[in-house]
């Protein structure tokens, strides 16, 4: 079997499908094979608007009532904000002309685009157009179009924006260590106001320079843009998903963030029912251990070329020394631990929030999750959860970025230029103006060969003490 035959029919599987594009896509095949998409696109993406709005309409009402979306598509979670849908579509075949294929209908991936930038679009704050209509009035298509000031206090977008690391601002296993247009709207976003924050499932405790050594390249970058104090503190790790809480310094080096006492960020957010504040050891060694003992069971039973680890807040099925593990053996792994762990307790479930998840190379079981995350660092940054865009590239049910939906909208890419086109999306409408670095120049920042913008102490500390770092543990190899 070709590995595209072999990828077809494994995506038909259920955990690797999202309910609601795949309704969408099918509504909108009616309109291609009738060769109407031309006249009708437009209608069906607001009949979409409208469903979506009713549902978050019954939800906010708390009647109980299924949607009508609801009941198309079953899985359907929850919507933070009305979604331009008509808007999105528009612009997004104003570009690329869908609607004049004859062949090929709407792919699955075209409906994921036009949602985020729907999302994106959502995110903006009231403007008003320059021609003096209202918003939503006509296609607003772009931030040229509406009188957006460029300033901290009137940033027209979201408060704060999650990431991801792996496959979201970087490539699975790597480092930030390239893509300078990234690394310059990053800043840009934190130059203009707008916290940003890494929610990673990487859990090194709080042994900074591990993180640091990820993301080497944006902090060499953000030191070259001579960030203020107060810059510097908008930007924040949360690593093993919502277990340790860093912040950057003015030395561009990452420093936790106190925990417990006044102003501690576990104390400050053990209110809400999910935080770690509220975990206890006990629990936290049953879920380990029952995780551990699922993950062990399917390695053996499999017979898989890995092994497992047992960090402080995780269990891991790692692939040995140059060995791989096949995606279906790692789905296979993912799903018995979330079995295992809804049987607990008489079949209640897990007291703690986790996150069991396929990992690309790997599989993890971590306690909590990045809803968790997303959710105390919104609270304990006083952002409500309509102000905050969480980006990622695992949306499945076997992915780790999938409990991040249930607190605030999210933006699904696949891969770092994604992002990258994202976050160009956001600034644009955001009203921001600013200039792209020279590339070679930011680049050379970025992978530490540019003399005249390097400590060489500092790339010497992250970088030439150490040749590699295994992803997996933290440990670095000499």
Known sequence: MSFSSRRRNYLLTP???????????????????????????????????????????????????????????PTVGTFHTRL????????????????????????????RHIMNLAQVMAMRGVCEPKDGSKEGDAEVKDAEST??????????????????GDQTLY????????????????YELVHSGVTVAVVTAAGYEYNVEKYEFRLSGLLNYFKSKNLTDEECQRFYLFGGECNYLMRLGNDFRLHPVKETGPGGWITATKYLPDSPGNWSEEEIQTLLDTSEKAVTESLNDQNLRGRVIRKRRSI??????????????LDETVLRCQSKLSMMNEGIGSNLSFCAFNGGRDVWVDVGNKKVGVQVLGAYLGVD?????????????????YAARDVCPCIWITSPDETTYILKRILKLSGVEYELDNEKVAAGILSGNTASMVDFAELDRRTTAVKEMDVFTGDFKK
């Not at 009188?147 to 991801?164: Q, Y």
């Open 316 to 329: 891991g099925l790692v692939p040995e020394s140059g060995q791989t593990i096949p995606r279906e053996a």
């Open 385 to 401: 959860a309509s102000d905050i865009l969480h980006i990622g590239d695992q949306f499945l049910n076997t992915g780790n970025d």
């Open 84 to 111: 331009p849908l008509r808007q999105a579509f528009e612009v997004y075949n104003e570009k690329y002309k869908l609607t004049k294929r004859k062949h090929i209908q709407i792919s699955f991936n075209e409906i």
């Open 171 to 186: 490539s699975d296993g790597s480092n930030f260590d390239s893509n300078p247009r990234l690394a310059n709207y990053l």
């Open 15 to 73: 955990h690797r499908r999202d309910g609601l594009i795949e309704w969408m896509k099918s509504m909108l095949t009616h309109s291609f094979v009738l060769d109407a998409l031309e006249t009708s696109g437009g209608d069906t993406f607001s009949h979409f608007e409208m469903l979506v709005e009713e549902h978050r309409r019954l939800e906010a009402e708390g009647s109980g009532r299924p949607s009508r979306l609801k009941q198309l598509v």
């Open 147 to 164: 009188d957006c000031k460029n300033s901290v206090e009137e940033f027209n977008g979201p408060k704060m924006i999650t990431f991801d």
